[in-house]
């Protein structure tokens, strides 16, 4: 045993001097272990690739000192990330990349005892608009002949989505309710079978983020018909917008990374300033403009008020929907 | 021919001394991270993500699909010789692998699971080449009751593969395919069957919770128990001239197995919503049906661990075909991949063949090369895996059950599915002792996550009639086939009966 | 052997009936013009599983199986103190991993299991039980970047100088 012991007061002795440089240049806090990097979703999503894809800027420009850890958690609609936020036992050194289901989670599933508000607002990298997309073999071009559509088919008109309760079906529900449209609604699980299941038209319609049709856009298959965004999109100058049509209604899907309830202030400081050059690069900025999200910089107290504002318009969405 | 020239410059491309650098340290990463069970390529995938930045997108793309390549291969390692499948797509591997393991024939098993993978990629590359826009439009024409019917033959095919004591498989598939159910219904999205409000049920139980319960802890359990912890049968030589016998056995007695499962595996793969894991499971199945010796099956036959091996990894190269000409990942892996083509500022979709022709067939260059250094980096470490199995059984043991456990929170970051795969492991040992076969259950819960949101997404488009699974022109003839096939073995055992009766 | 068959025949019969009882939170009917419920699936798979230990039960009392005939204890006294011994190891392997860490429980593991079941020499056994944790930490943690359970806080200074070592 003695042997054991020497190897390792030697090991100890020679990592202290070799981060010694380190440590004395770093000013505040610094993380000290592996940071976890929990995703709310499952691999292959818009969540997923954001997540992977802030990490690989972080790590190709050597942001943080330990590496970024992501790891899928997207059990329960985001119940499991959720938990295992509240409950890390390293607050400190636990991020979560969010979507909507942030909001609609905790509402829905209020056995989870989860207070989003406890949680530590760390960097909102952008919001994705949505987007009504129908096939082009359809022949509609726009979406009062889309509403004209739906309402000829009385009830046999068929859409996809990725389940109640998930951020398209919330939009798909308001403009039901908005034009009286009876539409039949298939859930699927992931945005990507959603858009493949268009292509090959299983089913007729679909509320989709731009990311995630864009291929099929650009052949030409996918038609947009109507952006549930503030104002018109950049990369779709032509489609018109919900609030153009008469309903004061946006939806977006938020893409934002949020600490541990219970995370330290210089920690949460520390992951500010590294997400924060991360959200400046131009590997971020250019995602942005390709992927067509929206940015919406905001500081701590901002997102606090923001998050509270985005839970009582999910209570209420939810709350209509359910009736 | 236009297709050859572009062919060959992707070849070229990949054989450029950086590219090809990057293939045999992909290739080598890949295989052992492939052979440790709970461990697949969509781990080796996401690491080197970052890495990826310092060269040129082709590059990097090629260095991942040579990883994912690599860990294909090394699927049917931890299947041979730890009795462990290390990734659902691996599962028919263990079948006939780890009997031949047993008999002191692993190097035939993984000579066998080679070369297969080696054919199968090659002739899935192959159509590949020549029919990628084609097979594009025919995984569109796959909906919901299209993947049902295909789900429905993939169990057809396996209804002979439980024991004797039907009560005993029938519980066992059932019991899988509630498994498969627990945590979440996406349809209604609603919580379901959180057995005893435990919230670590919220995630589900994944297949390979399940796996490795059975076959890391059951089956070591059973095994040390029923030969007292003294093992001698597992006594694996290995020699140049022995490896070279092996191969020769592998081609005459695993050619119609390699032959089955390159072709199925690779149209299987293809459909994004199915992928390698039903490929290689009704390859398996079918293999045994066409066999003239189909007892021989389950207890160690060459063809068993061949159609398989090519499946999956005909139906891996497949499963990129709908990432690169639709933007839909097949897999997990090929999930991560899409998000590094984005990451590198590329559109996969319709148009990528078109707009980045030279970046798409420097990948399918790759395939091939990658496919040639998978076969010999992989034969290369044979005598390795082979080495470990000579170990005494009481070390190799502890090391199982070490990499069980390990492999097992690698794979799911999750204290309570350890817990699970304990509470498995000890059930499967006494659900073992009294012979009820689990092999099905381990079947059900991959296919079961796949079945049954496609029966109700498919009776939701046809406002509940369950017609629509005979009407529509493609799902319509499977669903015929895989009823006639689920009949055909009750209606034997009918005629036997009868036969009994008379006599 | 035989008692054996019937009692987990009966246990499984429990546990199905449990599960049938939980999927009843969700509709288990055929709802129409949508298909089947969010609870059809399991209700009805879990009652298959039911009544095949039905059958089973069935079986066991004409002696239609091997182990309804058999009079054979279901182990012996070598195979119980197996089962206790390497099962009991591997589970409260997986219970120490919250108290010393992954690699702590690995190392304990290791050695309860070469030294006192397999009966190996102090070199072979501290020689394994050290090297493999040792190697596993720089596998997962450096090389795949996956974090294990590091056990309670008294661990953390230890794990702290192995980060500063890796990264």
């Known amino acids: 045993m003695k042997l054991t012991k020497r190897l390792f007061l030697g090991l100890a002795a020679g990592s202290a001097l070799a981060t010694l440089p380190l440590s004395a240049l770093a000013e505040g806090w610094q993380p000290r272990r592996p940071i976890d990097f929990t995703i709310m979703a499952g691999p292959g999503g818009g969540a997923d690739q954001i997540a992977r894809f802030v ?30 936020l509240k409950d890390a036992r390293d607050p400190d050194h636990t991020l979560m990349v969010t979507l909507n289901s942030f909001y609609t989670t905790p509402i829905r599933q209020e056995g989870l005892g989860v207070d989003i508000e406890a949680f530590t607002p760390i960097t909102m990298m952008g919001v994705d608009p949505f987007v009504l997309w129908v096939h082009k073999d359809s022949g509609i071009t726009t979406f009062e002949q889309f509403v004209e559509r739906v309402k000829e088919m009385d009830g ?22 908005a034009y009286d449209l009876k ?20 089913i007729m319609a679909t509320v989709n983020n731009p990311a995630e049709a864009k291929g099929f856009y650009e052949a030409g298959d996918f038609v947009p018909l109507l952006a549930f965004s503030d104002e018109r999109m950049e990369a779709y100058p032509d489609v018109p917008t919900m609030k153009e049509k008469g309903h004061d209604f946006s939806y977006y899907n938020q893409r934002a990374l949020v600490g541990a309830p219970g995370m330290s202030e210089e920690a949460a400081a520390y992951y500010r300033e590294v997400f924060g050059k991360v959200y400046e690069s131009d590997e971020w900025q250019k995602y942005l403009v390709s992927e067509s999200l929206s940015p919406l910089p905001m500081d701590e107290a901002q997102t606090r008020a923001y998050w509270a504002t985005q839970v009582q318009n999910h209570r209420d969405l939810l709350a209509k929907i359910a009736n | 021919m236009e297709i050859l020239s572009f062919l060959a410059d992707g070849v070229l491309l990949a054989l450029l001394p950086i590219n090809l650098f990057l293939i045999v340290i992909g290739v080598t990463v890949g295989l052992f991270i492939g052979a440790m069970p709970g461990l697949g390529s969509v781990n080796g995938v996401a690491i080197l993500l970052p890495i990826t930045f310092l060269v040129p997108p082709s590059s990097a793309i090629i260095f991942l699909a040579a990883i994912y390549y690599g860990a294909m291969y090394g699927g049917a390692i931890s299947s041979v010789t730890l009795g462990i499948p290390g990734a659902s797509t691996a599962v028919a591997t263990t079948f006939d692998g780890r009997p031949l393991a047993l008999k002191g024939r692993a190097s035939l098993a993984l000579v066998t699971a080679a070369l ?8 899935a590359n192959i159509f590949f080449t020549l029919f990628a826009p084609l097979l594009a439009s025919l995984a569109l024409s796959f909906g919901p009751p299209e993947i049902f019917a295909l789900m429905l033959l993939a169990f057809a095919t396996f209804v002979g593969l439980g024991g004797d004591d039907i009560p005993k498989t029938v519980f066992s598939i059932c019991f899988g395919l509630v498994l498969a159910s627990v945590g979440f219904d996406t349809i209604s999205g609603e919580p379901r069957l959180v057995l005893f409000d435990i919230p670590g049920f919220l995630r589900g139980i994944g297949f390979i919770v399940l796996a490795i319960g059975v076959y890391g802890i059951g089956e070591m359990l ?12 597992m006594n694996p030589k290995m020699t140049v001239k022995g490896m070279v016998e092996d191969a020769r056995e592998a081609a005459r007695l695993g050619w119609r197995g390699t032959t089955i499962g390159s072709i199925l595996g690779f149209f299987v793969g293809v459909l994004p919503a199915a992928g390698a894991t039903p490929g290689s499971l009704m390859s398996y199945g079918v293999a045994k049906m066409m066999s003239r010796n189909p007892q021989d099956y389950g207890n160690g036959t060459p063809d068993g661990v061949a159609a398989p ?10 499963a990129m075909l709908p990432m690169l000409t639709l933007g839909i990942p097949g897999s997990p892996t090929t999930a991560i991949l899409l998000g590094g083509m984005v990451i590198w500022g590329l559109t996969p979709g319709p148009r990528l063949f078109v707009d980045e022709s030279e970046f798409v067939w420097g990948l399918i260059g790759s395939f091939y090369i990658s496919n040639v250094a998978a076969l010999v980096i992989n034969l290369a470490f044979i005598p390795l895996f082979i080495w470990m199995l000579r170990m005494p059984f009481t070390i190799l043991s502890p090391l199982i059950f070490v990499l069980s456990i390990v492999g097992g929170f690698a794979a799911s970051h999750s204290m309570h599915d350890l817990w699970l795969i304990v509470i498995f492991g000890i059930g499967a040992f006494f659900m073992r002792k009294f012979d009820y076969p689990l092999a099905p259950a381990v079947l059900a819960i991959v296919l079961g996550p796949i079945a049954e949101p496609t029966l109700r997404q498919s009776l939701l488009l046809s406002s509940g009639d369950p017609t629509i699974f005979f009407t529509r022109p493609i799902a319509g003839p499977i669903t015929v086939i895989a009823i006639v096939l689920i009949l055909l073995p009750a209606l034997k055992l009918f005629r036997r009966n009868r036969a009994v009766v008379h006599s | 052997m035989r008692q054996g068959e019937i009692s987990l025949a009966g246990l499984l019969a429990l546990f199905s009936l449990y599960l049938m009882w939980k999927a009843t939170d969700l509709p ?55 089962v206790v011994l390497v099962g009991g190891g591997v589970a409260a392997f997986v219970a120490l991993i919250s108290v010393v860490s992954m690699y702590g ?3 304990i593991f290791l050695f309860y299991y070469l030294r006192f079941l397999g009966r190996h020499s102090w070199l072979l056994t501290l020689g394994l039980a050290l090297i493999l944790p040792i190697g596993l930490f720089f596998f997962f943690e450096g090389a795949m970047q996956i974090s294990m359970p590091q056990g309670m806080t008294f661990t953390q200074p230890f794990f702290d100088v192995m980060y500063d070592i890796i990264y």
């Open chain 1, 55 to 84: 990490q690989s800027v972080a790590e190709a420009n050597d942001l943080t000192n330990r590496p970024l850890v992501p790891t899928n958690r997207g059990g329960g609609s985001g119940a499991e990330a959720l938990l295992h």
């Open chain 2, 116 to 123: 297969a993978s080696f054919v199968g990629g090659t002739v």
């Open chain 3, 105 to 107: 429980a690995i190392a």
């Open chain 1, 183 to 202: 539409i039949k609604y298939i859930p699927y699980d992931g945005g990507g079978a959603v858009a493949k299941d268009l292509a090959g038209q299983q």
């Open chain 2, 222 to 233: 059973w095994t040390i128990e029923q030969t007292r912890g003294e093992i001698t049968s």
């Open chain 3, 28 to 82: 288990i009917g055929y709802i129409r013009g949508q298909g089947p419920g969010g609870g059809f699936w399991p209700f009805w798979l879990s009652l298959g599983m039911l009544l095949s230990c039905l059958v089973i039960a069935w079986n066991w009392w004409r002696g239609k199986t091997p182990a309804s005939r058999s009079d054979e204890p279901l182990m012996d006294g070598f195979g119980w103190r197996t």
């Open chain 2, 309 to 318: 091996e090519a499946a999956n990894n005909s139906a891996s190269t497949g």
């Open chain 1, 156 to 177: 046999g008109f068929v859409m996809g989505g990725t389940g109640s309760g998930q951020e398209d079906s919330i939009v798909i529900a308001y403009m039901a309710g």
